[in-house]
């Protein structure tokens, strides 16, 4: 295609039009376009670029992907392969610098995603630390967060999950941990900002958090400016969030109509669902995926979306596993969720993971990734240029 | 508001050489937007017969064009279009789409296009 030098000059897009055209584009042609010229490098470099970019791709639910952590690699699936038929993800080659995700004793490897980005975690088990690192799968670039300067010695304390959210007040994405330093039951929250770089540490209202006690302690949720907790209060359950912008927890009411306590039909004992519920996000709607029932016998999940007010969703068949509602096709028809299993041997119990389908009309449910793996992460995240 | 710039427009003395076939495509639109404005998927299928004969560079004229006639549609319709044009194209490509010199410093780009190596595969022949 050739353009004679005289058309070039006499037809050019203005430059709000170029942005407009640039802001639909994946990320791979824009880190390309960054060699096109100076003022593309500076446009596609920009904050405020990101900021559209991001907006613009988050409207598109093709946009979405999904990066899924085995126990020894990183697969990648986008949306086409999701809703689609079984596939097996597309290998990520990731070497993280000081960051080693597998083949360490004790060590496991956690997720947390939002607004483009992934954060990950490296618990130590026996030492109880956390090593952390954001990582941008679209662009490929990562950085290793620094240790919290004043964090307690860890065995003075218990850390409750991490979680990683975006603050719409400041344009900044932040990893919070939320503790306990015994035996003055004193609780603080240490709060990384992506954009200052550094980490800061605020008390919490004493009534405000409480003890996730659960030995298969399910992750935590980032929804709309705010990272969600599922607790534990006096054997009910509990949502605990803390919203990003005021640096608040709050507490969001259990929808009324879902019994957690389900009585056995022959003892008459009752069988409690607490342990049996998880939160993820359906659309741009937190999501509330709980076990419940009349009876022992007569169990089933339903999903429930928090908009104005708890609404619910979709009711499927309980089969004995829990599972985590991760995102929501085009039309809403099809959730994809991560399914866990417990099988235990002898009294420990050993969590297994895959990742199904849910068709919510015909309640058909597919795998989408092959075997049940006892260490598959996964994470959503939508193509950005946060992170470059 | 649309329709009163339509005069305007060939008015202007400097759009006087705006070719037949910007009438013929742009024109029009508002019209069959109003009319299957419910159903995106005939849109759709309206919209791929409609610039399936224009070349490229016409696109460029066609956003100038709705640009000017403030039509909103007819623009987003555009911009998707050029979008998905130089979606995987190389990067001389898109310079000559836009009419833009590489200003970079000798070396510097050799070095930026390293940097990004990865999004430089699979991309199309130019």
């Not at chain 1, 986008?78 to 080659?93: I, K, M, N, R, S």
């Not at chain 2, 070719?19 to 069959?32: S, W």
Request: proline letters at 4%.
């Amino acid at each position: 295609m050739r353009i004679c030098k005289a058309q070039r000059r006499r037809s050019m897009i203005p430059n709000d039009l170029v942005e407009d055209i640039l802001s639909r584009l994946l990320v791979k042609s824009l880190m390309r376009f960054k060699c096109v010229s100076k003022a593309w490098h500076t446009l596609i470099s920009s904050r405020r670029f990101a900021k559209s970019h991001f907006q613009r791709a988050s409207q598109n639910p093709s946009c979405m992907n999904v990066i899924v952590f085995t126990g020894n690699c990183v697969l990648s699936l986008g949306y086409e392969a999701l809703f689609q038929t079984c596939v097996h993800g597309q290998p990520v080659d990731v070497d993280f610098q000081g960051f080693p995700l597998w083949g360490e004793e004790y060590v496991e490897t956690n997720l947390a995603s939002c607004n483009g980005l992934v954060c990950i975690e490296l618990y130590n088990r026996r030492k109880r630390t956390s090593e952390y690192l954001v990582w941008n799968p679209s662009t490929k670039s990562y950085k290793n967060i620094p240790r919290p300067t004043s964090t307690p010695d860890s065995m003075s304390c218990w850390f409750y999950r991490f979680g990683f959210g975006y603050d719409y007040s400041t344009d900044d994405h932040k990893i919070v941990r939320p503790y306990q330093i015994f035996p003055f039951d004193i609780k603080r929250i240490e709060i990384f900002s992506l954009k200052t770089f550094t980490w800061k540490t605020i008390l919490v209202d004493v009534d405000n958090i409480y003890n996730c006690s659960l030995p298969l302690i399910p992750k935590t949720t980032y929804c709309n400016g705010a990272i969600y907790w599922s607790a534990r209060k006096y054997g009910k359950p509990s949502i605990v969030y803390f919203d990003l912008a005021e640096e608040i927890f709050h507490e969001l009411p259990w929808p009324e109509s879902v019994l957690y306590c389900v009585r056995d039909g022959s003892s008459g004992k009752c069988f409690y669902t607490t342990g049996l519920w998880e939160l993820g996000t359906f659309g741009e709607h937190l999501c509330l995926s709980v076990c419940t029932g009349e009876s022992r016998k007569n169990l089933c999940v339903q999903l429930w979306v928090m908009k104005e007010s708890w609404t619910r969703l979709a009711t499927i068949p309980y089969l004995g596993t829990c599972l985590r509602p991760m995102c929501a096709s085009k039309n809403g028809e099809k959730v994809l969720m991560r399914e866990t299993q417990v099988k235990y041997v002898g009294r420990t119990g050993e969590c297994y993971y895959k990742l199904v389908e849910w068709n919510l009309t015909d309640h058909t449910c597919t795998s989408i990734l092959c075997d049940p793996n006892p260490r598959m992460e996964a994470a959503t995240y939508v193509e950005s240029l946060y992170l470059q | 508001m649309k329709f009163c710039t339509v005069k305007q427009y060939f008015d202007d003395e400097n759009n006087n050489n705006v070719t037949n076939g910007i009438a013929t495509t742009v024109i029009p639109l508002p019209n069959k937007h109003l009319k299957i404005k419910a159903n995106n998927k005939e849109m759709e299928q309206y919209e791929q017969e409609l610039l399936r004969n224009v070349m490229p560079q016409e696109l460029t004229k066609l956003i100038l064009a709705a640009n000017y006639l403030n039509f909103k549609e007819a623009l987003d319709f555009f911009c998707r279009t050029v979008a998905n044009a130089i979606q995987n194209k190389s990067v001389d490509y898109v310079r000559k789409f836009f009419g833009l010199e590489s200003d970079f410093e000798p070396g510097e780009e050799e070095k930026l296009c390293k940097e990004f190596a990865w999004s430089f595969e699979g991309v199309d022949e130019d």
